[in-house]
């Protein structure tokens, strides 16, 4: 079968097969191809990391066509713009606020993720989501009323609300089908948790692994050429789209072996489910502290009685997902200690 063959079958709005089947074929025919309706899509990890960095793909040609609208968000804003909004986004936002955010999340995480002696609970709507979304709120509750200014101009108030309601949406989705895959993949071995509260310091590894092996984000959003580029054995002309595959790049076995395994200690490249260049995730810090913090809860009610899953069901297609996950634990539990940090 061809390669656009293989793309209308994976991008079919009835597709309900697995995903990362149909992406092997592809990647494994071109790394980076040209589809018929003239887009590029890039598969190979290697290519994918040059193109997601190259400062000649933007998201349109300055000039040329109308501006998207919200024009004030900062997924659809250009350099000088996006430069001068994002740099008084993470004024108000910093990574380093992120980071010193953990405790708050560890003490959400113990909150959200607790278990009656022999209970279960369906982690997915139950547990991760309003976790995800808790801990998200407690983070932007702590940002400046008013936009602060930062060396490239200050935000307007418009700029500074719209942004402000992206990072409290943008990452619920992501960070909910990261965490439930990462879930599902741990409790599938019990060693893997048992050996994750034995030896913490794992703990931020076993989250760069879920978040290479399912992220929720599958495509980068479509990115126009400003000037010609090579790609492998081909050229994207000026004008082209293009658009990675994170997904497929993820799992490039030229870049990690058995590609398809979840493996919490794996070593290797770093993965791309955050992207790159200007538009990289802006919430990439949070969104390990939250992944971590969860795993780590789960390593420390594990290592008092282990966690089973009752049933999973995940849906397929392009925007395949881990839906529902019912996890139990045993009636004859250890007292709960504070959180080990
Ligand atoms: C596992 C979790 C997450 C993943 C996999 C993820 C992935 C991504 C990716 C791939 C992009 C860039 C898209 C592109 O360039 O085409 C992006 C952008 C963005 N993300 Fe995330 N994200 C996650 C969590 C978060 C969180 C928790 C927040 C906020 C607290 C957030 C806020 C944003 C924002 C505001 C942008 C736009 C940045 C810009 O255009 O300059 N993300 N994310």
């Known amino acids: 079968m061809d390669t656009d063959r293989l793309l209308a079958r994976l ?20 790394t980076a191809f040209r589809a018929e309706n003239g887009v590029w899509f890039v598969t190979g990890y290697g290519a994918a990391q040059s193109l997601l960095r190259s400062p000649a793909l933007a998201r349109r040609i300055p000039g040329h066509g109308a501006p998207p609208r919200p024009e004030d968000d900062l997924r659809v804003l250009e350099p000088p713009e996006h430069t001068r909004v994002r740099a008084g986004l993470a004024d108000a936002v910093p990574a380093r606020r992120m980071y010193a955010h953990r405790a708050a999340v560890a003490e959400i995480a113990a909150r959200r993720f607790r278990w009656a002696p022999g209970a279960a609970i369906e982690v997915v709507a139950g547990a991760i989501g309003p976790y995800v979304g808790e801990s998200v709120r407690s983070l932007l509750s702590l940002a400046p009323p008013v936009p602060p200014g930062s060396r490239h101009g200050r935000l307007s108030e418009r700029e500074y609300a719209i942004n402000l309601a ?64 090579r790609v492998g054995p081909g050229r994207i002309e000026r004008g082209d789209r293009v658009v990675v595959v994170m997904a497929a790049a993820n799992r490039d076995p030229a870049a990690f072996p058995d590609p398809d395994a979840f493996l919490p200690d794996r070593a290797g490249p770093r993965h791309v489910s955050f992207g790159g260049g200007p538009h990289r995730c802006f919430g990439a810090a949070f969104a390990r502290v939250l992944i971590e913090e969860a795993i780590r809860r789960l390593a420390s009610v594990h290592a008092r009685s282990p966690l089973l899953i009752e049933s999973a069901r995940r849906s397929g297609g392009i925007a395949g997902r881990v839906e529902e996950l019912v996890v139990r634990t045993r009636p004859d539990r250890l007292p709960e200690r504070t959180p080990d940090r």
């Open 11 to 30: 991008l079919a709005p009835t597709m309900a097969e697995a995903v990362h089947p149909i992406l092997h074929a592809i990647r494994a025919r071109s």
């Open 166 to 229: 992206l990072l409290d949406v943008a990452g619920l989705e992501t960070t909910t089908v990261s965490l439930a895959n990462a879930v599902q993949n741990l409790l599938r071995d019990p060693a893997h948790l048992t050996r994750l509260a034995a030896d913490p310091g794992l703990i931020a590894n076993a989250a760069e692994e879920a978040l290479r092996h399912e992220s929720g984000a599958v495509f980068s959003s479509p990115r126009v050429a400003l000037a010609p580029l």
